[in-house]
């Protein structure tokens, strides 16, 4: 998506570590209008697909997924939580995932109330890198027996290796912008098309 793109090349910093800053658009102070166009862009992509329901992750993928679920007839966003809470009562799909912004893991849990065998599933989020928090939301998926019928991914670092590897094991998997190299020395960022 050349929008995105360009609001990486002008917005975006390259830290060191692999790391893409994004925050003054994207997963900090949100783009609205720039969330619209992605969810646009994923109605297109996913345009054949049955989706009745978008699952992401606390908390950068919420705000676009709530956003791009007005492109998919409304359908309810579930977003799973990063650790328990008081809030979080009855039974629950559980999984653990490291995350590599955090350089930790932490559980992943969804209520059993909002994740039901027959969805079929959108999953979106922000960043993949190598797939660690992709993989536990299809984990979910599974447990629940729900279908997967994407992912929807705003920034891939195709540098390390986790769309790749979804593709490979089958996922229709649509990322906007895939990082193909970024170098903080010099900020330069190359993307794959």
């Keep these: 998506m050349q929008e995105l793109e360009e609001r990486i090349r002008e917005q975006g910093v390259v830290k ?3 790391v ?27 345009n054949n697909k049955h989706i009745t329901k978008i699952l992401t992750i606390e908390a950068s993928g919420i705000g676009i997924a709530c956003v791009a679920a007005t492109h998919f007839d409304d359908v309810p966003v ?11 009562d ?29 969805d079929r599933v959108l999953l979106i989020d922000d960043f993949l890198a190598n797939g660690k928090a ?3 939301l299809i984990e979910l998926c599974e447990s629940a027996g729900a279908i997967v019928e994407g992912i929807g991914i705003a920034i891939e670092k195709g540098f390390q ?3 790749d590897a979804l593709r490979e094991a089958g996922y ?6 895939i990082v193909e190299s970024m170098d903080a020395e010099t900020g330069a960022i190359e993307f794959r098309h």
């Design 172 to 177: 229709d998997l649509d990322s906007l912008a």
């Design 78 to 88: 579930v977003f799973a939580k990063k650790a328990q809470s008081i809030n979080l």
């Design 134 to 136: 992709l993989n536990g």
């Design 90 to 118: 009855g039974e629950q799909y559980v999984t653990h995932v490291y995350s590599f912004t955090k350089q930790k893991e932490f559980p992943v849990i969804v209520s059993k109330k909002y994740l039901n065998a027959g």
């Design 20 to 46: 893409l800053k994004v925050d003054a658009f994207l997963n900090h102070q949100c783009d609205v209008r720039l969330f619209d166009h992605m969810g646009a862009a994923w109605a297109e992509h996913f």
């Design 161 to 163: 290796g986790g769309g």
């Design 16 to 18: 060191p570590g692999n």
